[in-house]
């Protein structure tokens, strides 16, 4: 399902189909870990952040009416290492001549796949950031 917002399309991420493990009721989820040996927290530095993210694919540049065109978003922590793990939200805008649909599906390995499909020729821009942040080079 898309979100209709200012003449655009809003892409909704979908997990791949792989069971996610529970975690065990005695684990708290946290951003904050403690170092060995010690008692001070420090912040999880994996932590996705935009400005490192990756995009890339054939699907952010051209594409074929009623045809389904690809692209891969990289996840990346503040270091610029790839992120091994899925759950992130990223927000994915297709303005162009017509509605367009995106769909985006967690990888569940840091990857991200966004399909989507013209049904109109004419100049599109593929909008991509994480909670509001644009990430590198948006729009395509």
Not at 95 to 123: C, E, F, M
Request: proline fraction near 4%; include cysteine.
């Amino acid at each position: 399902q898309a979100f209709k917002a200012s003449g655009c399309t809003l892409a909704q991420v979908k997990k791949a189909d792989k069971k996610l493990s529970e975690m065990p009721e005695d684990e708290e989820a946290s951003e904050t870990e403690y170092l060995d040996g010690t008692n001070e927290m420090v912040e999880d530095q994996r932590e996705t952040f935009a400005d490192s993210c990756r995009v890339h694919g054939d699907g952010l540049r051209e594409a074929t009416v009623r045809q389904a065109a690809y692209f891969w978003i990289e996840a990346a922590d503040i270091e610029g290492n790839k992120r091994t793990s899925g759950g992130d939200v990223f927000f994915v805008a297709i303005r162009g001549p017509a509605q367009t649909r995106a769909r985006v599906t967690d990888n569940g390995d840091g990857t991200y796949l966004v399909i989507w499909k013209p049904h109109v020729s004419g100049v599109y821009s593929i909008s991509i950031s994480h909670f509001g942040i644009a990430l590198p080079n948006t729009p395509f």
